[in-house]
């Protein structure tokens, strides 16, 4: 629990994440921040743990101090530990702190940016990848503060050799906070003799049981790691029983001797090794310990005779396996385990982790399988079906614990956790066989939903169980052995009339342990987990906590407030009987709307070139632009444009000198494309890479060989900047250093969980790279993640179309056009229906066999296409193409002499906007994008914009070229290439 406040202080250097040319530090924990605290920082703590048998809930309010003069969104990460549950969350607003309410994950974001741009104070709490949570709140004012709380709960364990429970702070941080206050109540235990093993503590018995107080300024929040309060262990043998609703759950907790049953040795040992960048954060030490003490144990195996060497190979692996870097060698005494020490203490951690691209069929059947990784597998699918027995080993704290004991569990290999094991334990846990719980025997009727379910391993000798008791008293047989052996019967009398009295939520624990076990197979549970989730206020990784500022929010968005404002909102909703209107709709059905984006477009692609310009008495040009009345009718709108007289071409006011001189030369770039004979095919020149950073300066100065040395010297400055990655990367894979590149490409999907910009950042950068099943698999991502954004699955469709997946790409792309999108998305349904359009061209598909509409899927070829997008929502880039006649085709001339279109101007959200021209005249055209401003309060800059350029668009010789591009400041212009006609 070392990283849980360490990274809520540090994450929001997050919202500077894409600078360049600075230090920064990543959002991930445990990387001491440089300058974080000159914007936001923690002052005061506040900390209440309350025990019962040995449940602890432990809530933690935080004050947040802005220190800078801008208003900012706060956006941090905490990991919890296996077995903690976050149950609770809570936000100051108007100066009293709200109860969060848990909300579809989808919803909830949806809710939480609507909001933010009208400036009110939303906050929310959603789980990343594996027990991993971030936490988002707006604003932050300019020098004001934030209350943060939040709640988790978790099953203490018992200590057998001294019968006492110990609960142990978190390791927060190594910030000095301003105040410190810790109270803890330790409920019914009278008799118990506690203490706290700090000095300067105060302790007391109550008539409810005990209580400790520490309270300290100027402190050191490392130093609550050190404090420890323990007290005598309760028989928890008998069933603690609480009434919720209807129902009465119940919760048993015992110790039990698991005995031991060896497993059969072997000789031949495969370590698959993570060496991803959030796997540094493992105990590395304390792995390889295990590792050696193991083979050492396996070398002294035996019936009365010691194995005389153990062959080992140890593969590391991070975005994909590094089998250049394996070591295999044959182990008979401490050289050689010295050998394995060095070896591993040598390893580079950087990169993602894709353990599904590892072929486990390579490795020989003879062999055991050792996997050390925190289980934070981000690049590529896990893997349905495993085909080798896989021990699992983790330690540190931000894990995926579910993933790896659902792993260990379906190869039939063993999981281990050191964090919770000593060595010795550790080994005993691997070499033999686990306890499971056999079988539950009761009558039907009396008891149902008995959780863990059988097959369940029975960790540490501690076994608990919950349930829902139907009747008012029954019995309950426990069985528990190994494989299919019982070796212990455990009797349980559950009453409704003798359970111990109990604040300790049963159905809350009942809920989380359903809800752990049915995540084993989560997508076919996934509506019952998200309805436990709700009832019993627990967080999954479909939900979320969410707070919102008033009343008439919870209203509008449909959510159902907490207690303190549900009076009044079932009023509202009863005298106004308003309803929640879905963000998005998956209907299933083409729109009227998008029948009338398209007549605008054929209206256009029909016209000739001389419509589009037309003078009037007063000097004045009218430029055809087609939009849509109150009833869905197309007309045409007037849009009025000063025009020099006798002018052969327009630049727009606000041209720079520069823009000029590249519109003159366009000019004469017309002219030598005249002389070019028969020479017709186009030529497109996109804007090569400059790589003028420092850290790339220094690098064009290092021998190839030694150039990832450096890098890995040089990222421990960047570690936190996604520009940093991709910069280094395109150098990387320049100098033809491609699986190097593609590593440090990878780190993209490390930092930051889930942040939906940088992973778009990824996703585009391996398209331009034409690593297709990479990009697909991050597009898939960015759909789940952001399922309300139309670009991320125009993103998968083309990614899948270029991956050879034509027939899905289609089917993907066509739900763009048969969903209701928030209008901020309108008329992206016409640049997907124009992709599908090329894809059906090329691939031949009938249409009748589609099932596609004749009219709207009509094939309308253009000379020239391009389509500008970016990665960042709530920004506003324009896309510029200068015709060779020197007229700019903008958001102020979306129709231009020479018949060019450009789309609609997308101000927020992350476009696309779309340039097409049906027969392009002879000449340069110049691509530009204008980055006019954002009112993004997360990322700073810069923003990275994908550029995809096609000539002979929808023809049989249509050609594509994309660029990713890094836009560095607001107001500035960009050029992305040129196109020769």
């Given at each position: 629990?070392?990283?849980?406040?360490?990274?809520?202080?540090?994450?929001?250097?997050?919202?500077?994440?894409?600078?360049?040319?600075?230090?920064?530090?990543?959002?991930?924990?445990?990387?001491?921040?440089?300058?974080?605290?000159?914007?936001?920082?923690?002052?005061?703590?506040?900390?209440?743990?309350?025990?019962?048998?040995?449940?602890?809930t432990?809530?933690?309010?935080?004050?947040?101090?802005?220190?800078?003069?801008?208003?900012?969104?706060?956006?941090?990460?905490?990991?919890?530990?296996e077995?903690?549950?976050?149950?609770?969350?809570?936000?100051?607003?108007?100066?009293?702190?709200?109860?969060?309410?848990?909300?579809?994950?989808?919803?909830?974001?949806?809710?939480?940016?609507?909001?933010?741009?009208?400036?009110?104070?939303?906050?929310?709490?959603?789980?990343?990848?594996g027990?991993?949570?971030?936490?988002?709140?707006?604003p932050?004012?300019?020098?004001?503060?934030?209350?943060?709380?939040?709640?988790?709960?978790?099953?203490?364990?018992?200590?057998?050799?001294?019968?006492?429970?110990?609960?142990?702070?978190?390791?927060?941080?190594?910030?000095i906070?301003?105040n410190?206050?810790?109270?803890?109540?330790?409920?019914?235990?009278?008799k118990?003799?506690?203490?706290?093993?700090?000095?300067?503590?105060?302790?007391?018995?109550?008539?409810?049981?005990?209580?400790?107080?520490?309270?300290?300024?100027?402190?050191?929040?490392?130093?609550?790691?050190?404090?420890?309060?323990?007290?005598?262990?309760?028989?928890?043998?008998?069933?603690?029983?609480?009434?919720?609703?209807?129902?009465?759950?119940?919760?048993?907790?015992?110790?039990?001797?698991?005995?031991?049953?060896?497993?059969?040795?072997?000789?031949?040992?495969?370590?698959?090794?993570?060496?991803?960048?959030?796997?540094?954060?493992?105990?590395?030490?304390?792995e390889?310990?295990?590792?050696?003490?193991?083979?050492?144990?396996?070398?002294?195996?035996?019936?009365?005779?010691?194995?005389?060497?153990v062959?080992?190979?140890?593969?590391?692996?991070?975005?994909?396996?590094?089998?250049?870097?394996?070591?295999k060698?044959?182990?008979?005494?401490?050289?050689?385990?010295?050998?394995?020490?060095?070896?591993?203490?040598?390893?580079?951690?950087?990169?993602?982790?894709?353990?599904?691209?590892?072929?486990?069929?390579?490795?020989?059947?003879?062999?055991?399988?050792?996997?050390?990784?925190?289980g934070?597998?981000?690049?590529?699918?896990?893997?349905?079906?495993?085909?080798?027995?896989?021990?699992?080993?983790?330690?540190?704290?931000?894990?995926?614990?579910?993933?790896?004991?659902k792993?260990?569990?379906?190869?039939?290999?063993?999981?281990?956790?050191?964090?919770?094991?000593?060595?010795?334990?550790?080994?005993?846990?691997?070499?033999?066989?686990?306890?499971?719980?056999?079988?539950?025997?009761?009558?039907?009727?009396?008891?149902?939903?008995?959780?863990?379910?059988?097959?369940?391993?029975?960790?540490?000798?501690?076994?608990?169980?919950?349930?829902?008791?139907?009747?008012?008293?029954?019995?309950?047989?426990?069985?528990?052995?190994?494989?299919?052996?019982?070796?212990?019967?455990?009797?349980?009398?559950?009453?409704?009339?003798?359970?111990?009295?109990?604040?300790?939520?049963?159905?809350?624990?009942?809920?989380?342990?359903?809800i752990?076990?049915?995540?084993?197979?989560?997508?076919?549970?996934?509506?019952?987990?998200?309805?436990?989730?709700?009832?019993?206020?627990?967080?999954?990784?479909?939900?979320?906590?969410?707070?919102?500022?008033?009343?008439?929010?919870?209203?509008?968005?449909?959510?159902?407030?907490?207690?303190?404002?549900?009076?009044?909102?079932?009023?509202?909703v009863?005298?106004?009987?308003?309803?929640?209107?879905?963000?998005?709709?998956?209907?299933?059905?083409?729109?009227?709307?998008?029948?009338?984006?398209?007549k605008?477009?054929?209206?256009?692609?029909?016209?000739?070139?001389?419509?589009?310009?037309?003078?009037?008495?007063?000097?004045?040009?009218?430029?055809?632009?087609?939009?849509?009345?109150?009833?869905?009718?197309?007309y045409?709108e007037?849009?009025?444009?000063?025009?020099?007289?006798?002018?052969?071409?327009?630049?727009?006011?606000?041209?720079?000198?520069?823009?000029?001189?590249?519109?003159?030369?366009?000019?004469?770039?017309?002219?030598?494309?005249?002389?070019?004979?028969?020479?017709?095919?186009?030529?497109?020149?996109?804007?090569?890479w400059?790589?003028?950073?420092?850290?790339?300066?220094?690098?064009?100065?290092?021998?190839?060989?030694?150039?990832?040395?450096?890098?890995?010297?040089?990222?421990?400055?960047?570690?936190?900047?996604?520009?940093?990655?991709?910069?280094?990367?395109?150098?990387?894979?320049?100098?033809?250093?491609?699986?190097?590149?593609q590593?440090?490409?990878?780190?993209?999907?490390?930092?930051?969980?889930?942040?939906?910009?940088?992973?778009?950042?990824?996703?585009?950068?391996?398209?331009?790279?034409?690593?297709?099943?990479?990009?697909?698999?991050?597009?898939?991502?960015?759909?789940?993640?952001?399922?309300?954004?139309?670009?991320?699955?125009?993103?998968?469709?083309?990614?899948?179309?270029?991956?050879?997946k034509?027939?899905?790409?289609?089917?993907?792309?066509?739900k763009?056009?048969?969903?209701?999108?928030?209008?901020?998305?309108?008329?992206?349904?016409?640049v997907?229906?124009?992709?599908?359009?090329?894809?059906?061209?090329?691939?031949?598909?009938?249409l009748?066999?589609?099932?596609?509409?004749?009219?709207?899927?009509?094939?309308?070829?253009?000379?020239?296409?391009?389509?500008?997008?970016?990665?960042?929502?709530?920004?506003?880039?324009?896309?510029?193409?200068?015709?060779?006649?020197?007229?700019?085709?903008?958001y102020?001339?979306?129709?231009?002499?020479?018949?060019?279109?450009?789309?609609?101007?997308?101000?927020?959200?992350?476009?696309?906007?779309?340039?097409?021209?049906?027969?392009?005249?002879?000449?340069?055209?110049?691509?530009?994008?204008?980055?006019?401003?954002?009112?993004?309060?997360?990322?700073?800059?810069?923003?990275?914009?994908?550029?995809?350029?096609?000539?002979?668009?929808?023809?049989?010789?249509?050609?594509?070229?994309?660029?990713?591009?890094?836009?560095?400041?607001?107001?500035?212009?960009?050029?992305?290439?040129?196109?020769?006609?």
């Amino acid at each position: 629990m070392k990283k849980f406040l360490l990274s809520v202080l540090f994450g929001f250097t997050a919202l500077l994440c894409f600078g360049q040319e600075r230090r920064f530090i990543p959002s991930r924990p445990l990387i001491k921040a440089v300058d974080a605290k000159d914007s936001i920082k923690l002052t005061d703590v506040e900390i209440q743990v309350d025990i019962e048998g040995n449940i602890a809930t432990t809530s933690c309010t935080m004050l947040f101090t802005n220190t800078t003069n801008k208003t900012l969104e706060g956006e941090f990460e905490f990991p919890l530990l296996e077995g903690q549950v976050l149950t609770g969350y809570a936000l100051d607003i108007n100066g009293k702190m709200r109860e969060g309410v848990v909300v579809e994950k989808d919803k909830a974001r949806v809710v939480l940016e609507d909001i933010e741009r009208r400036n009110v104070d939303p906050g929310l709490v959603e789980m990343t990848q594996g027990n991993n949570f971030k936490t988002r709140i707006y604003p932050f004012t300019a020098k004001g503060t934030r209350r943060v709380k939040i709640v988790y709960q978790e099953i203490l364990q018992k200590d057998k050799k001294t019968n006492q429970v110990t609960y142990k702070m978190n390791n927060l941080c190594d910030e000095i906070v301003d105040n410190v206050t810790m109270d803890v109540r330790c409920y019914y235990r009278e008799k118990t003799e506690t203490k706290f093993n700090g000095k300067g503590k105060n302790s007391r018995n109550t008539k409810k049981g005990l209580t400790a107080h520490l309270s300290e300024s100027k402190y050191s929040m490392s130093k609550l790691a050190e404090e420890e309060f323990t007290f005598d262990a309760e028989d928890t043998s008998k069933a603690y029983v609480e009434s919720y609703g209807v129902d009465s759950y119940f919760y048993f907790t015992k110790e039990v001797n698991s005995g031991i049953y060896p497993k059969g040795r072997t000789d031949d040992i495969t370590v698959l090794f993570d060496v991803s960048a959030s796997a540094k954060n493992r105990d590395i030490e304390k792995e390889i310990e295990f590792l050696k003490a193991y083979i050492k144990d396996i070398l002294q195996s035996g019936k009365g005779k010691r194995k005389t060497a153990v062959t080992v190979s140890i593969y590391p692996f991070a975005d994909r396996l590094l089998e250049k870097d394996a070591l295999k060698i044959r182990v008979n005494g401490e050289e050689e385990l010295k050998k394995i020490e060095e070896y591993i203490k040598a390893l580079d951690f950087d990169g993602a982790s894709g353990f599904s691209k590892i072929d486990l069929g390579k490795f020989t059947s003879k062999t055991e399988i050792l996997l050390f990784s925190d289980g934070l597998f981000n690049y590529g699918e896990e893997k349905d079906q495993i085909n080798k027995v896989i021990n699992v080993i983790t330690s540190g704290t931000s894990n995926d614990y579910n993933y790896l004991k659902k792993l260990a569990r379906d190869s039939l290999g063993s999981y281990i956790n050191l964090s919770k094991y000593s060595v010795k334990d550790a080994l005993k846990a691997l070499e033999n066989e686990q306890l499971k719980i056999i079988r539950y025997e009761y009558a039907k009727g009396d008891i149902k939903d008995v959780y863990p379910l059988p097959g369940s391993v029975v960790e540490e000798g501690s076994l608990t169980v919950t349930g829902i008791l139907e009747e008012k008293e029954a019995p309950l047989k426990i069985c528990l052995g190994y494989g299919n052996k019982v070796v212990h019967e455990l009797y349980v009398t559950l009453s409704v009339f003798d359970a111990p009295q109990s604040e300790m939520n049963i159905p809350r624990i009942w809920g989380a342990k359903a809800i752990d076990e049915l995540s084993s197979d989560y997508d076919k549970n996934r509506e019952e987990i998200i309805s436990l989730s709700k009832e019993f206020k627990i967080v999954t990784k479909e939900t979320s906590f969410l707070v919102l500022e008033s009343v008439h929010d919870y209203v509008r968005y449909g959510i159902v407030p907490p207690e303190e404002l549900l009076e009044e909102y079932n009023k509202i909703v009863s005298n106004n009987n308003n309803g929640f209107k879905p963000v998005r709709d998956e209907g299933g059905k083409i729109s009227v709307k998008v029948y009338d984006y398209y007549k605008a477009y054929k209206k256009w692609y029909d016209a000739k070139p001389g419509e589009f310009k037309k003078k009037n008495d007063k000097g004045r040009r009218t430029l055809m632009t087609g939009s849509e009345d109150a009833d869905g009718e197309v007309y045409l709108e007037e849009s009025e444009v000063m025009v020099a007289p006798n002018a052969t071409r327009v630049v727009e006011r606000y041209a720079s000198e520069a823009e000029m001189d590249s519109t003159s030369n366009s000019v004469m770039a017309k002219q030598a494309g005249g002389a070019r004979g028969q020479d017709n095919t186009p030529k497109v020149s996109l804007k090569a890479w400059d790589g003028k950073s420092s850290y790339v300066a220094i690098l064009k100065k290092t021998r190839t060989k030694d150039m990832y040395k450096k890098y890995l010297e040089l990222r421990a400055d960047y570690e936190g900047s996604p520009s940093f990655y991709m910069e280094v990367a395109d150098y990387f894979k320049k100098c033809k250093l491609y699986e190097e590149a593609q590593r440090i490409l990878s780190n993209l999907a490390e930092i930051n969980l889930e942040n939906t910009d940088v992973l778009r950042a990824l996703g585009n950068k391996l398209y331009e790279w034409e690593d297709y099943e990479d990009a697909v698999y991050i597009y898939s991502k960015l759909v789940k993640l952001k399922p309300e954004a139309p670009l991320f699955l125009r993103d998968k469709g083309l990614a899948l179309d270029k991956a050879g997946k034509s027939r899905e790409a289609l089917d993907t792309l066509y739900k763009i056009l048969t969903t209701e999108w928030d209008s901020r998305y309108a008329e992206i349904e016409l640049v997907a229906l124009n992709d599908m359009k090329s894809i059906i061209q090329r691939e031949g598909y009938s249409l009748k066999e589609l099932g596609y509409d004749k009219e709207l899927f009509e094939n309308l070829p253009v000379d020239i296409r391009i389509v500008l997008t970016w990665n960042t929502d709530d920004c506003d880039i324009d896309l510029w193409v200068t015709d060779p006649d020197g007229e700019k085709c903008s958001y102020q001339n979306k129709y231009t002499e020479n018949g060019a279109r450009l789309s609609r101007d997308f101000t927020r959200g992350y476009g696309p906007e779309e340039f097409c021209i049906k027969k392009a005249v002879k000449g340069e055209y110049i691509i530009q994008a204008d980055y006019y401003g954002t009112s993004s309060q997360k990322i700073l800059q810069p923003v990275i914009v994908q550029a995809e350029v096609y000539t002979n668009f929808g023809k049989p010789n249509e050609t594509k070229q994309v660029l990713t591009l890094q836009l560095d400041t607001v107001k500035g212009n960009y050029k992305v290439g040129t196109i020769t006609f």
